[in-house]
């Protein structure tokens, strides 16, 4: 089997909000970041420690999808909605139940939500995004098959 089988696709993925799984045209901004400062220790000429700064802010995290009538799940996701149960997203293999990878928060909350222009000239859909802040993701990858 050539590595290219194993490597996984971004177009099949689950994302599971307080513990409910809810269906998403896109996800991006996933990542996590830690910002840090360095010191120089007098009479050391040869080296710079660099020590973790304690999170000044949030990760941020956009989550998109098709409005619809009559949807009340997602409802829920306006301005100020806490995550007290976290945020889980899967990336699903093209066959298979178990996900390749895991990027999961432990808590989080609706910063901001959008939807796109109202154009009576386009027949597009009307998608919603919703930036939820967390306090950093964590990553674990399967390695079954590798």
């Known amino acids: 089997m050539a590595i290219q089988d194993n490597l996984a696709k971004r177009t099949k993925f689950k994302v599971i909000l307080n513990g409910v799984p809810l269906g998403f045209s896109k996800v991006s901004n996933i990542s996590s970041t830690m910002e840090f400062e360095s010191v120089v220790e007098g009479g050391v000429n040869d080296r710079v420690h660099y020590l973790p700064k304690p999170r000044q802010s949030m990760d941020k995290l956009i989550l998109e999808y098709g409005i619809a009538s009559g949807e009340l799940s997602r409802t829920t996701l306006t301005a100020g909605y806490e995550l007290k149960k976290g945020i889980i997203i899967m990336v699903m ?4 139940a178990i996900p390749t990878a895991t990027y999961q928060a432990n808590w989080g909350v609706v910063t901001k939500w959008e939807i796109d222009t109202l154009d009576a000239q386009s027949s597009g859909l ?8 967390h306090n950093g993701l964590s990553e674990t990858i399967n390695k079954i098959g590798l």
Do not use: A, N
Request: without cysteine.
């Open 93 to 96: 293999p093209e066959t298979g």
């Open 126 to 133: 009307l998608i919603k995004k919703v930036e939820i802040s």
